[in-house]
């Protein structure tokens, strides 16, 4: 069978320059995907428990975070030459980020719900490679929150979860608390 041979054979992994250059020509105009390890994923459909994580999840950090931080959502993060990921909330260094991506993050949120598999996954490799000293998973389908941090030979070596009723600290503000029920 030609499809079983072919996934025998050595793989050339995208470059996130020749990815952006895809999609700056609008190769992807129509479709949700981003690149991770130098393939290119098709990300999950965004429901409304997801929309509404997401929401809760700017207003908060940004009535917290102003003049402080930079808080992205849904966009870009250049996380590798080869992968430059599309979380669902970001919490950056204040910049300008009209000539390029950001490059460092102070925290990464990723709402799962299809996806959790890949959230605690793939994603959580990724950013801990790329040094996000706090990742965290929002589990709408368990209603919990998971806070990965402390980094140890590229990955999250701790894992926290929070349910409703607890109050997660940031670790880069710990000043910022944030209620589990104000997120889902």
Same mark, same amino acid.
């Given at each position: 069978?030609? #499809?079983? =041979?072919?996934?025998?054979?050595?793989?050339?992994?995208?470059?996130?320059? *020749?990815?952006?250059?895809? %999609?700056?020509?609008? %190769? +992807?105009?129509?479709?949700?995907? &981003?690149?991770?390890? $130098? /393939? @290119? /994923?098709?990300?999950?459909?965004?429901?409304?428990?997801?929309? =509404?994580?997401?929401?809760?999840?700017? &207003?908060?950090? @940004?009535?917290?975070?102003?003049?402080?931080?930079?808080?992205?959502?849904?966009?870009?993060?250049?996380?590798?030459?080869?992968?430059?990921? *599309?979380?669902?909330?970001?919490?950056?260094?204040?910049?300008?980020?009209?000539?390029?991506?950001?490059?460092?993050?102070?925290?990464?949120?990723?709402?799962?719900?299809?996806?959790? #598999?890949?959230?605690? $996954? @793939?994603?959580?490799?990724?950013?801990?490679?790329?040094? %996000?000293?706090?990742?965290? %998973?929002?589990?709408?389908?368990?209603?919990?929150?998971?806070?990965? #941090?402390? /980094?140890?030979? $590229?990955?999250? #070596?701790?894992?926290?979860?929070?349910?409703?009723?607890?109050? @997660?600290?940031?670790?880069? +503000?710990?000043?910022?608390? /944030?209620?589990?029920?104000?997120?889902?």
């Amino acid at each position: 069978m030609a #499809t079983a =041979s072919i996934l025998q054979e050595p793989v050339r992994p995208l470059r996130r320059v *020749e990815y952006d250059k895809l %999609v700056e020509a609008g %190769v +992807f105009e129509d479709e949700r995907v &981003e690149l991770l390890y $130098g /393939i @290119i /994923i098709r990300m999950s459909p965004i429901g409304p428990p997801h929309a =509404s994580a997401v929401a809760a999840l700017n &207003e908060l950090l @940004i009535l917290r975070l102003a003049g402080r931080a930079s808080v992205r959502v849904q966009s870009s993060i250049a996380a590798s030459d080869d992968s430059q990921p *599309e979380p669902d909330v970001a919490v950056v260094p204040r910049n300008n980020y009209r000539q390029a991506h950001p490059s460092d993050a102070l925290l990464i949120i990723e709402v799962a719900d299809s996806s959790l #598999t890949k959230d605690r $996954g @793939i994603k959580a490799k990724l950013y801990a490679e790329c040094g %996000v000293p706090e990742y965290w %998973v929002v589990n709408v389908r368990d209603d919990l929150v998971e806070v990965h #941090t402390e /980094i140890v030979g $590229g990955a999250y #070596t701790r894992v926290e979860p929070h349910r409703p009723g607890s109050r @997660i600290r940031l670790t880069a +503000f710990p000043d910022v608390e /944030i209620d589990v029920r104000d997120i889902l």
